[in-house]
């Protein structure tokens, strides 16, 4: 599906989910130093953000409701720098995850994976609920704009047409 650039990218892209991430090579002197507690320490890392990033999906929602642009415009900027954050979380979980291989597996079954999982299927819920209130207040405003612009048009053939037959007359002093 080819996703539109501009203000739908606001949201959360659907690649924050780690489960389906690419595998990074690694070089093998690292892979000493990679141990489930550090995999388990980004996941939570990850999952801590991801209720930040919920919280501020919320806040989209409501300024969204609300009609208030200003407030989406400061929520996007806060959802662009925790995006930033987790999209690393993203890539070390999967040098994490190549490295370690099967090792890693009990890892996927501690709580906080699913609530990460939650987590995320929940602000892509958010977020698509967001998305289709905007393309709505978007049609209305376009339609207010063209309804407006055809008032004007039509004011000035008005007035053209009362000046052509001398039947309208301004003082500019009054």
């Given at each position: ?68 642009f200003d407030e989406l415009v400061v929520v996007a900027q806060d959802r662009a720098s925790l995006g930033e954050r987790l999209e690393s979380y993203h890539r070390q ?8 291989g099967r090792t890693a597996e009990p890892v996927y079954e501690d709580p906080v994976v699913k609530e990460t999982v939650r987590l995320a299927v929940e602000i892509q ?50």
């Amino acid at each position: 599906m080819h996703r539109q650039r501009g203000w739908a990218n606001w949201f959360l892209p659907e690649s924050f989910l780690f489960l389906v991430s690419q595998p990074v090579i690694i070089a093998k002197d690292k892979l000493k130093e990679w141990q489930p507690d550090s995999l388990l320490d980004l996941l939570i890392g990850q999952c801590a953000d991801l209720e930040g990033l919920l919280a501020l999906a919320r806040r989209q929602a409501i300024a969204a409701e609300q009609n208030d642009f200003d407030e989406l415009v400061v929520v996007a900027q806060d959802r662009a720098s925790l995006g930033e954050r987790l999209e690393s979380y993203h890539r070390q979980i999967a040098e994490l995850r190549a490295t370690m291989g099967r090792t890693a597996e009990p890892v996927y079954e501690d709580p906080v994976v699913k609530e990460t999982v939650r987590l995320a299927v929940e602000i892509q819920t958010l977020d698509t609920r967001t998305r289709k209130m905007l393309a709505v207040t978007r049609t209305e405003t376009r339609n207010a704009l063209v309804t407006l612009e055809q008032g004007r048009r039509n004011f000035a053939a008005y007035l053209q047409g009362e000046a052509g037959a001398g039947g309208l007359k301004c003082d500019r002093r009054a």
